[in-house]
């Protein structure tokens, strides 16, 4: 295997901040566009579960288990690959392998040796991260879906459910009026792990959005909107399926 091989849909937001990760880290990986309605076989032989990303790697590839789920192993072709099915983890995986912009902040002074594992440095900082990307994961999505529903469907509580994304988005906007970014005046983790989330709730109700109360918000992210790096992530690529050829995608 020349290259990882990373399953990803364009607009899918789990898929978006894996290959913003891999992007921010300059690697490399073969980019396998797909749709959901007509899954690669290749696809869920890796992944049973077969929702993207789903990055395979070779299976001589080191992997850094800490803060990430278990490594999934499948065999195919004779041999045995590893798979990593979880965007958090993709973005995980990237990032300590090369992380040049520090987004997972491991030389911050919050860095202490850990207590479980006294020959180990733990950092408190990227802890705090995952926390909030776990917070948003769990309870902020959940609420952004139902704000979705709401709006497609013309339901009588799309008051409501905004008001519950709300919640969320206000301590966003807390954070931003500190700093430039969620955790200080330099990029994170967090910041490219929520990104494809927030996006998402601008485009609800548009509108309403660009009169809303929260400008740190909407600079932060038109910022990243922006950006050479999301035009590059966001490029529309042919239907694997369809045209059989990898793209070779890498951040520069």
């Known amino acids: 295997m ?3 091989i990373l399953y990803s849909l364009r607009n899918c937001p789990y898929a978006m901040r ?3 990760a891999i992007f921010k880290s300059h690697q490399a990986v073969a980019l ?3 749709v959901l309605t007509d899954k690669p076989a290749a696809m869920i032989l890796a992944s049973p579960k077969a929702t993207v990303p789903i990055l395979v790697l070779d299976k001589n590839s080191q992997f850094d288990s800490d803060n990430a789920a278990d490594v999934k192993e499948f065999s195919a072709a004779s041999t045995v690959d590893k798979v990593i099915d979880e965007s958090l983890d993709i973005m995980l995986w990237a990032l300590k392998k090369s992380d040049p912009n520090n ?3 491991s030389d911050n002074t919050d860095t202490v040796k850990s207590k479980s594992k006294p020959n180990e440095i733990e950092n408190e900082k990227l802890n705090e991260m995952l926390a909030l990307i776990t917070e948003f994961d769990v309870e902020f999505k ?9 709006k497609r469907y013309h339901e009588t509580n799309l008051n409501e459910c905004r008001a519950a994304c709300e919640y969320y988005i ?3 906007e807390s954070r931003l009026s500190q700093h430039d970014y969620l955790f200080s005046r330099r990029e994170s983790l967090a910041d490219i792990a929520l990104l494809p989330f927030i996006r998402q709730f601008a485009r609800i109700e548009r509108q309403w959005y660009l009169q809303s109360p929260y400008p740190k918000l909407k600079n932060w992210l ?3 909107l922006q950006s050479p790096m999301f035009t590059k992530v966001m490029v529309k690529h042919r239907l694997w399926l369809e045209c059989g050829e ?3 995608f890498v951040g520069k």
């Open 142 to 150: 959940q609420r952004l879906e139902a704000y979705k529903c709401a």
């Open 32 to 34: 396998r566009d797909v």
């Open 103 to 105: 987004l997972l902040h």
């Open 246 to 248: 990898e793209v070779i």
């Open 222 to 224: 038109n910022r990243y």
């Open 2 to 4: 020349a290259h990882p």
């Open 170 to 172: 206000q301590l966003l």
């Open 18 to 20: 894996a290959r913003i």
